[in-house]
């Protein structure tokens, strides 16, 4: 029976994680150096709480649960390309971070993962955009007709920018640096006074 109130007890808590991350994912914005159609949000901020407190595995069901509910209530608008790449982007970060955290669970190894994770994060997201999301932005999406209206996007905010390597590192990398660092401050000042609730107990190292 303890079991079986503990199982309940992770799948309310994951489902209620994963609502509040679709929430944050609807409450993106734009920041003003970078190309309009890249927009920070904070909807790993649940999903990375949710793995520090239940483990890697839940952060990925949290992660897909985010996505589908954003993708049932709002639809998507990039093909589901926006979709795809804040999945892949999401665990890039959440899962090193979550890992490290498991293996010992104090504040530095939290830490050690958040930076693994925002590096892992920031360089899979330049890949992830040169030989996949970009390309198939351009292929499936109506309103970008080529790579070329990509670059000068970001030509538009930033002079520097000029091709798709510059691109990648003064555009992609920002936004998944900013991003991930923002959500790894809030966790670490906020993580240990949640997971007691989340796991009803009143120890902070269980």
């Keep these: 029976m303890k079991k079986f109130f503990s199982n309940t007890r992770m799948m309310c808590t994951g489902a209620m994680l994963a609502a509040i991350a679709a929430v944050l994912m609807f409450l993106d914005f734009p920041l003003p150096f970078l190309p309009s ?12 709480i949710g793995a520090y407190a239940m483990g890697p595995v839940a952060g990925v069901v949290i992660e897909a649960f985010k996505i589908l509910v954003k993708f049932i209530i709002k639809g998507t608008s990039t093909a589901g390309i926006g979709e795809v790449a804040n999945f892949l982007m999401g665990l ?14 104090n504040k530095k190894s939290a830490i050690t993962g958040l930076a693994i994770g925002t590096v892992a994060c920031v360089i899979a ?48 990398a920002p936004l998944n640096l900013i991003k991930c660092v923002s959500v790894s401050v809030i966790t670490v000042l906020i993580y240990k006074p949640l997971s007691r609730i989340i796991k009803g107990n009143s120890n902070p190292n269980k």
């Design 125 to 172: 997201g330049c890949l992830l955009n040169a030989y996949v999301l970009l390309p198939a932005y351009v292929k499936f999406s109506s309103y970008i007709p080529d790579m070329d209206s990509i670059i000068s996007s970001g030509t538009k905010v930033n002079s520097h920018i000029t091709g798709l390597t510059s691109f990648l590192l003064l555009a992609t």
């Design 37 to 48: 159609f890249y927009k920070i949000d904070f909807s790993e901020l649940p999903v990375l």
């Design 92 to 105: 890039a970060f959440i899962l090193p971070a979550s890992i490290m955290y498991q293996v010992k669970k």
